[in-house]
């Protein structure tokens, strides 16, 4: 022991002499860190040298063999089969006293010391410094002073270090206290050798680190294989990217183009309209002109013929007779009249001529558009060459939509059920808050997401007066009968359900409709064919109403209550 002591203290003094010169270039700093005990990370008190070298607090190290079965260096690990009997290092010691005389530093700002949060260094004793790596071997986390001998002590450098762990406890066998290093394939659990001797005995182990192995090359797959369909479904985006661009491109040309040819027959028909107002004004001021010109001539032969008369008039009484049947030759003959207003004056019918001509025209017109209207819309092919309906009831199931009523739309005295699919009429209000989309006047409630393309859903109607229904969302929620009640605008369409008969209405228009009764009704919609049918559903699926027209929005599916104690269920089809 005296030979180590003493070599330790000539390769102390190997240090120390340029020591001096040190302490004047890097500062006091440098000094701390050399005469720090690396348990308690302060200067040495009472500094003694254990065989392997290494420098401690005569306190720190006597309290760290305390608790060990086998005695061992801290920094090192070197083992003595005896522990070692502790001798002051009085050089050490006095090298330390000289520190402490020329000004000790202040001590490590405290974001060094581990906080709650922080993992804290296993070998500090006293305040812990924060830890900044765990051994996997060691099973302890470690602050920069104490992990150095990891990094210079040949037989410490084969362990694995890792990011801080907080959980290296469970890496210990509860049973043995030993590492597990192993895996159990057989119960899929990490265990110690001694567990694969004892309880596992017989079932398939391997090491971890080769279990690890093989589960990283899966893991690796796995993630090939993400990273695959990733790239897969990016593709589609960006396909479907250029779609949408395409699809906006077209559309915004077919606008243009339709607004452009639409202008040009507005400006048709103006130009039409300007001319036939033309020609109405044209021969309208001939034909006043021409009577005018008659009327003035008749107005003057009038006046004339009025003078005659009063010459006539004073000739008759005339008592003279010889004077009577002198001027009575010159007044007796009349001119022939230069006009006859029997012959020049026509039928009080000018102009209706024109506008028959006109009516024609615009019904023509008309008929043109209705029938070639649809190869305007675009619609697509497929569907208008497909069958509009399917031929069976599983057909239609093919087309069965998961749709569920939005609580936001629901009237305040319907009741929806838990998953939103039962709608039911109560007698107090519920307790619902006030949303733009809820429906006031009447107790309806539509579907929380619109239905476009081909779908199919049932509703189960328990009651004496049960509508179901399709509309537009924007289908007013507040008003008068005809603005918001289904089947009374151009925004929605209905079955009325009652007990004993049905009726369909659309835009305040009500027709009767004849079919089996059933408790169960079915609605199927081709949104872009423009088709909407009602089918009675019981063992046979029976046609009730079919709907073909043009649908210019989105539609959702609805139901509206009409009487106390009445129940509409959106049933879940297989």
């Given at each position: 022991?005296?030979?180590?002591?003493?070599?330790?203290?000539?390769?102390?003094?190997?240090?120390?002499?340029?020591?001096?010169?040190?302490?004047?270039?890097?500062?006091?700093?440098?000094?701390?860190?050399?005469?720090?005990?690396?348990?308690?990370?302060?200067?040495?008190?009472?500094?003694?040298?254990?065989?392997?070298?290494?420098?401690?607090?005569?306190?720190?190290?006597?309290?760290?063999?305390?608790?060990?079965?086998?005695?061992?260096?801290?920094?090192?690990?070197?083992?003595?089969?005896?522990?070692?009997?502790?001798?002051?290092?009085?050089?050490?010691?006095?090298?330390?006293?000289?520190?402490?005389?020329?000004?000790?530093?202040?001590?490590?700002?405290?974001?060094?010391?581990?906080?709650?949060?922080?993992?804290?260094?296993?070998?500090?004793?006293?305040?812990?410094?924060?830890?900044?790596?765990?051994?996997?071997?060691?099973?302890?986390?470690?602050?920069?002073?104490?992990?150095?001998?990891?990094?210079?002590?040949?037989?410490?450098?084969?362990?694995?270090?890792?990011?801080?762990?907080?959980?290296?406890?469970?890496?210990?066998?509860?049973?043995?206290?030993?590492?597990?290093?192993?895996?159990?394939?057989?119960?899929?659990?990490?265990?110690?050798?001694?567990?694969?001797?004892?309880?596992?005995?017989?079932?398939?182990?391997?090491?971890?680190?080769?279990?690890?192995?093989?589960?990283?090359?899966?893991?690796?797959?796995?993630?090939?294989?993400?990273?695959?369909?990733?790239?897969?479904?990016?593709?589609?985006?960006?396909?479907?990217?250029?779609?949408?661009?395409?699809?906006?491109?077209?559309?915004?040309?077919?606008?243009?183009?339709?607004?452009?040819?639409?202008?040009?027959?507005?400006?048709?028909?103006?130009?039409?309209?300007?001319?036939?107002?033309?020609?109405?004004?044209?021969?309208?001021?001939?034909?006043?002109?021409?009577?005018?010109?008659?009327?003035?001539?008749?107005?003057?032969?009038?006046?004339?013929?009025?003078?005659?008369?009063?010459?006539?008039?004073?000739?008759?009484?005339?008592?003279?007779?010889?004077?009577?049947?002198?001027?009575?030759?010159?007044?007796?003959?009349?001119?022939?009249?230069?006009?006859?207003?029997?012959?020049?004056?026509?039928?009080l019918c000018y102009f209706e001529d024109v506008t028959a001509a006109v009516s024609a025209v615009r019904d023509k017109l008309q008929g043109v558009l209705r029938e070639e209207w649809t190869n305007v819309s675009p619609t697509e092919v497929n569907v208008l060459l497909s069958p509009a309906e399917p031929p069976?009831?599983?057909?239609?199931?093919?087309?069965?939509?998961?749709?569920?009523?939005?609580?936001?739309?629901?009237?305040?005295?319907?009741?929806?059920?838990?998953?939103?699919?039962?709608?039911?009429?109560?007698?107090?209000?519920?307790?619902?808050?006030?949303?733009?989309?809820?429906?006031?006047?009447?107790?309806?409630?539509?579907?929380?997401?619109?239905?476009?393309?081909?779908?199919?859903?049932?509703?189960?109607?328990?009651?004496?007066?049960?509508?179901?229904?399709?509309?537009?969302?924007?289908?007013?929620?507040?008003?008068?009968?005809?603005?918001?009640?289904?089947?009374?605008?151009?925004?929605?369409?209905?079955?009325?359900?009652?007990?004993?008969?049905?009726?369909?209405?659309?835009?305040?228009?009500?027709?009767?409709?004849?079919?089996?009764?059933?408790?169960?009704?079915?609605?199927?919609?081709?949104?872009?064919a423009g088709i909407l049918s009602f089918y009675s559903i019981s063992e046979t699926m029976t046609l009730l109403h079919r709907v073909q027209t043009t649908f210019i929005q989105p539609l959702h599916a609805g139901v509206c209550l009409y009487n106390y104690e009445t129940t509409a269920e959106l049933c879940k089809?297989?």
């Open positions: 022991m005296g030979v180590t002591t003493c070599s330790f203290q000539e390769g102390n003094l190997r240090h120390s002499l340029p020591l001096r010169g040190e302490m004047a270039q890097k500062g006091v700093q440098l000094d701390r860190e050399i005469f720090s005990c690396p348990i308690c990370l302060d200067l040495l008190e009472d500094p003694v040298t254990i065989p392997c070298g290494q420098s401690y607090c005569m306190k720190c190290i006597q309290q760290h063999w305390d608790r060990q079965v086998f005695h061992s260096c801290p920094q090192c690990r070197q083992s003595f089969t005896q522990r070692p009997v502790l001798l002051k290092n009085t050089l050490l010691a006095a090298l330390v006293e000289e520190l402490k005389k020329t000004g000790l530093p202040t001590a490590p700002a405290d974001h060094c010391y581990a906080g709650p949060e922080d993992v804290a260094c296993d070998v500090c004793t006293g305040r812990k410094r924060k830890a900044c790596k765990s051994c996997l071997m060691c099973l302890i986390s470690y602050c920069e002073k104490h992990l150095q001998p990891h990094h210079d002590v040949a037989p410490l450098k084969k362990n694995t270090l890792m990011e801080l762990s907080k959980k290296l406890q469970e890496n210990i066998c509860s049973r043995h206290d030993e590492v597990m290093k192993m895996f159990c394939r057989t119960d899929q659990q990490c265990i110690c050798y001694l567990c694969s001797v004892e309880e596992h005995k017989g079932h398939d182990t391997v090491s971890a680190a080769a279990e690890r192995t093989e589960r990283q090359r899966a893991l690796e797959g796995s993630r090939q294989t993400i990273q695959q369909r990733i790239q897969n479904s990016e593709k589609v985006v960006r396909l479907l990217q250029q779609e949408v661009g395409t699809i906006d491109r077209s559309s915004d040309k077919a606008v243009e183009d339709s607004e452009k040819m639409f202008t040009e027959l507005i400006r048709l028909m103006e130009k039409r309209s300007s001319d036939v107002k033309q020609q109405v004004r044209a021969q309208q001021k001939r034909e006043v002109s021409r009577v005018k010109e008659l009327q003035e001539k008749l107005e003057q032969e009038i006046s004339e013929l009025k003078k005659r008369d009063a010459e006539l008039k004073l000739l008759s009484h005339t008592e003279d007779h010889n004077q009577f049947l002198h001027n009575y030759p010159s007044l007796s003959a009349l001119s022939e009249p230069t006009h006859s207003s029997s012959t020049n004056i026509r039928p069976t009831r599983a057909g239609f199931l093919k087309y069965s939509q998961g749709i569920t009523l939005d609580p936001n739309t629901a009237h305040k005295y319907l009741l929806l059920s838990e998953g939103s699919r039962k709608a039911t009429y109560m007698t107090q209000p519920q307790c619902y808050s006030s949303h733009p989309d809820r429906f006031i006047a009447w107790r309806q409630v539509l579907s929380r997401d619109s239905l476009t393309g081909r779908c199919y859903w049932e509703v189960e109607r328990r009651g004496r007066a049960v509508f179901v229904a399709v509309a537009y969302k924007n289908i007013s929620r507040a008003g008068s009968r005809n603005e918001c009640f289904f089947g009374n605008n151009d925004k929605s369409w209905s079955l009325d359900c009652y007990q004993n008969s049905y009726s369909f209405r659309y835009n305040r228009i009500n027709t009767p409709v004849s079919g089996p009764q059933s408790s169960r009704v079915g609605v199927y919609l081709a949104h872009r089809l297989k």
